[in-house]
């Protein structure tokens, strides 16, 4: 069992940087491919990007590729998201999940296990 914690959300204006945090409980974080995903408001939630469990390879949805980074210290159990070149288009609750069956990461929520609460992350124009 994994519980997720997402923290560092907030209002930030377009352009700017954010890096949201999620904090993860249990010993075997190091196992867990992990992967964030957000849900814009009356949208379904979609694919941002993923992390292998030892942080090796990491892969993003085109629409954030170039601007946002995932890294993980499995050492402090936390998985981290920076956001760069922050677009209004990027208005959303974000989400961190951790796959539990399988170290392979994946662009599809269905197959994450365990998701954190989501954070709010909202930019302005």
């Known amino acids: 069992q994994v519980q997720l914690v997402e923290s560092g959300g907030g209002l930030v204006q377009a352009g700017d940087s954010l890096r949201l945090s999620c904090a993860a409980s249990?010993?075997?974080?190091?196992?867990?491919?992990m992967g964030w995903f957000r849900q814009a408001s009356g949208k379904e939630r979609e694919f941002v990007g993923r992390i292998t469990w030892n942080g090796a390879s990491t892969y993003y949805a085109d629409s954030v590729k170039g601007r946002f980074t995932i890294s993980r210290d499995n050492a402090k159990n936390t998985v981290y998201l920076q956001m760069n070149s922050r677009k209004p288009e990027d208005t959303a609750v974000y989400y961190c999940?951790?796959?539990?069956?399988?170290?392979?990461?994946?662009?599809?929520?269905?197959?994450?296990?365990?998701w954190g609460q989501g954070t709010q992350v909202t930019v302005s124009s």
């Open positions: 999940a951790a796959r539990g069956t399988t170290p392979v990461p994946s662009s599809e929520p269905y197959e994450y296990d365990y």
């Open positions: 249990g010993r075997t974080f190091s196992r867990y491919a």
